[in-house]
C-alpha cells in the first residue's frame, strides 16, 4: 500500500496535533498538581500562596483557550478531510473550551473578588464571611481543572491511536469495494 504525499503530510499534522496537545496538558499538570501545592507548602501565608496560585491558573486559562482553539481549528480540518477518528476529539475539545470559560470568565473572577471583600474587611478570605462560599467555589474549580485534564488526556489518547495506515473513510470504503472487486461509482 502506497501513501501518496496528501496522507504524508496529514499524518506528520496529526503528530504535531499529538504533541501540541501532549505538551499542552502535560503543562496544565505540572501546573496543577506540583507548582500550586509547592506555593501552599512553601510559603508561610496561604492567602500570598492562593493570590499567586489564582494568578498563575489565571494564565494557565489563557493557555487552555489559545491551545484548545488551535486544536479544535486542527481537528475540523482533519475531519473535513475524512479522519472521522477526529469528530470525538472535535467534542471533548469543545467541551474543555466551555469548562475553561466557565472556570475564566465566572468561577475565577467571583472567587477574586470574594479575596478582595475579605482583605478589604482586614482578614484572609478563610477567615471571612465569605469563607464557605469561596471553599465552595474552590471545589467546583477543582472539579472542573481534574475534568479538564481528564478530557485532555483522552484527547492525546485517542490522537495517539493514528496510525500511519489510518486513512480518511471513504477511502477505506472505496478500498474495501475494490478489494471485492466492485466500484464505488466515484468519479476520482
Known sequence: MAIN??????FKNIQLFTILASLWIGGLIGIGFLVAPTLFIFLTDKQVAGMIAGEIFKNANFLNCLMGICLLIMSNVFVKQGYRHFVLIRWLLLVLLILTGLAALIIQPWMHELREMALAGGAPVMQSPWAKEFGRL???????FIVEIILGLWICWRSCRFTVTSEPSDLMLDRGLKTLGVSSGRQD
Open 5 to 10: 504525499p496528501s496522507q504524508t503530510r496529514t
Open 138 to 144: 474552590h471545589s467546583v474549580s477543582n472539579t472542573i
